[in-house]
């Protein structure tokens, strides 16, 4: 999970893991500290897929899987973007445009830049960093610097709270499920 900078594992570590439904279709657990619904979540596996809700979640409600995805795949060790890929929808991410962008510019000479598209580039990494780019504004104006770069999706992946958050709920998860078995 190192591709994402929050660190849940504090919040994470004092979760313990009980089962609430087991039934042949449906099956729920809850993952809390004792005495509290501050801060839990529940998971649930249903035929159609995963739901996570409660108060710590990805999202403001929580998320459901993509069809087909249950307790034995989410009870084992998975990466972080495939994860996400199955609960959450890519948007734009200042922090991944901003990080594209350096690295773009770290590379102009492979790219043919010419001495303003740099500026160009330069003042685009100023405005992000500013906090004063929509991603309309970033998109229309990458285009005109490079338009593959802006067709190659810069700047989209996975908001870093919600991604991070649940890969921190799955990885609590599968350790704690594995003891549960055990």
Not at 35 to 54: A, D, H, K, Q, Y
Not at 57 to 73: A, H, I, K, T
Not at 129 to 139: P, V
Request: hydrophobic share 35%.
């Amino acid at each position: 999970m190192s591709d994402y900078d929050w660190d849940w594992s504090s919040a994470m570590s004092k979760l313990q893991l009980s089962q609430d439904l087991d039934t042949e279709h449906y099956k729920a657990f809850s993952l809390s500290k004792p005495n509290t619904r501050c801060g839990s979540m529940r998971v649930v596996f249903t035929p159609e897929g995963i739901v996570i809700l409660g108060d710590l979640v990805p999202l403001r409600n929580g998320v459901v899987s993509d069809f087909g995805y249950g307790l034995d795949w989410f009870s084992s060790h998975l990466y972080g973007d495939y994860l996400c890929s199955k609960f959450l929808c890519e948007e734009f991410v200042p922090e991944i445009a901003l990080a594209n962008l350096k690295d773009h510019l770290e590379h102009a000479d492979d790219y043919g830049y010419s001495a303003e598209n740099v500026l160009d580039v330069q003042e685009l990494i100023e405005r992000l960093e500013g906090g004063e780019l929509s991603e309309f504004e970033f998109n229309d104006t990458m285009y005109k610097i490079d338009p593959d770069f802006v067709i190659d999706g810069c700047g989209r992946g996975y908001n870093l709270r919600n991604a991070s958050l649940l890969c921190a709920i799955q990885k609590r998860f599968a350790e704690l499920y594995a003891e549960l078995e055990a």
